[in-house]
């Protein structure tokens, strides 16, 4: 019973010396670095609401992802887009300036290339 005692008292002595040089040692690394806990808690919450703000994000826009697929599913995809695009409406001016420059623009309205950006 007396051998029971002393090794309960050794092991009790053994966790406190320990604990308290634990407690010490980080108490002056701490101190010495200047690192503030509460400051350390408050970035941790920050960084806790950050995240969580990015998963809604992303949710967000993997929802838009799968809105887009759904519409883009339903275009009229009968058309050949493979085969090679034609002018359906070309409108041409010409502007002239006074130092008698010509200029000719060609405005190109295609359905083909308006679902090809929106696609996109």
Not at 10 to 38: E, G, L, R
């Amino acid at each position: 019973m007396v051998l029971g005692l002393l090794v309960y008292e050794a092991m009790d002595v053994v966790y406190h010396v320990s604990k308290i040089t634990y407690n010490s040692a980080s108490f002056v690394y701490n101190w010495y670095y200047d690192i503030n806990i509460n400051h350390l808690d408050n970035k941790v919450k920050h960084d806790e609401e950050h995240i969580k703000k990015l998963e809604e994000r992303v949710a967000q826009l993997e929802q838009i992802i799968s809105n887009n697929k759904l519409a883009i599913e339903d275009i009229d995809t009968s058309q050949d887009l493979s085969a090679p695009i034609t002018n359906t409406n070309t409108n041409t001016h010409t502007n002239t300036h006074t130092n008698t420059h010509t200029n000719t623009h060609t405005n190109t309205n295609n359905k083909n290339q308006l679902l090809l950006c929106d696609s996109i």
